[in-house]
């Protein structure tokens, strides 16, 4: 089943609905990062929870920020969602590992620690990018972003995410998003989005029904089909995609400038570079360096001549 990201809405247009299956693309960043069990599922969560805001917004170019700088061992969190479906991001201590919690599952809320804030930033594709800060309520993701969601957008939302590690890596990953809209006056309907959070506790969770074979359409019917549900008939793909590439590397090097850039071709004869999103290693050797050095030449003599 390919990641993807599925759009519904209910309640006459009231209830906003989104759910995204992310087991792929969770697995991806797994191996990518060499992550523990924990931290799989801390990344895994924070990664699907990017992709359900993103996906409210309007530009296809749009692009939200997720920072969790918590007190536990993992050491924060950072991960990029694009409404293009597009998701990185990666974890300090990728390899920290905790026993069970009190409740036999991944202790996420130890691993991140739930004394710090959710930094978030949004550049909706408009040029100037929008930040809130809210405090960490448990470390637990869910339960922060849903924080975040009511004190600094004041959405009545609910919010499901869920990542299931075996012994052979990700077997489901994804999450749900429920939000009620604003009335024509700006007021909430209480009692739906009451009802809305009541219907997702009584689901044991999202990776046992992807697990038992349940669909992001049936997944939504379970939830919301007594409610005038309307699926959008198009499903889009989500996937890991990282903007790194080997021109960015060489630009960035160029910025070091010419004494460091020669600096290193002497002593280590090369350069190594690791993209922290993804992982991605760049080598570039004395070389590429000194090509580097001559195109930085040709660039300041060309602006003198100018
Ligand atoms: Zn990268």
Redo the contacts with the bound molecule.
């Keep these: 089943m390919a990641d993807q990201l599925v759009r519904a809405t209910a309640a006459g247009g009231r209830i906003r609905a989104v759910g995204v299956l992310t087991t792929r693309l969770t697995e991806e960043a797994r191996n990518r990062h060499r992550l523990s069990y924990v931290a799989t599922a801390a990344l895994g969560r924070a990664m699907a929870a990017g992709l359900l805001l993103a996906s409210n917004f309007k530009q296809e170019e749009a692009r939200i920020n997720l920072r969790f700088e918590g007190d536990g061992p993992l050491g924060g969190i950072l991960v990029d969602a694009g409404a293009d479906g597009t998701v990185?991001g990666y974890v300090k201590h990728p390899d920290v590992e905790l026993p069970p919690n009190a409740r036999g599952k991944l202790d996420v809320g130890g691993a991140v620690g739930a004394n710090g804030f959710l930094y978030v930033i949004k550049d909706l594709g408009y040029g100037y990018p929008f930040s809130g800060t809210t405090e960490l309520v448990t470390g637990e993701i869910g339960d922060d972003v849903l924080h975040y969601l009511v004190k600094s957008e004041q959405t009545a939302s609910a919010l499901m995410l869920g990542v299931f590690v075996g012994a052979e890596g990700v077997d489901a990953a994804g999450g749900l998003l429920l939000q009620v809209m604003p009335g024509a006056d700006g007021s909430f309907d209480e009692d739906l989005s009451t009802q809305l959070a009541e219907r997702l506790e009584r689901i044991e969770g999202f990776t046992p029904l992807v697990r038992s074979g349940r669909r992001l359409p049936q997944i939504l019917e379970d939830l919301l089909g007594d409610m005038d549900l309307q699926i959008f008939p198009e499903v889009q793909l989500v996937r890991f995609s990282?903007t790194?590439s080997d021109a960015r590397v060489r630009r960035a090097l160029k910025m070091l400038g010419e004494a460091e850039l020669q600096d290193m071709i002497d002593t280590d004869g090369g350069a190594e570079a690791t993209?922290s999103?993804?992982n991605?290693v760049y080598q570039m050797t004395g070389d590429d360096l000194a090509l580097l050095i001559e195109q930085l030449r040709a660039e300041q003599s060309k602006a003198i001549t100018e």
């Design positions: 990185r990282c790194c993209c999103f993804c991605e």
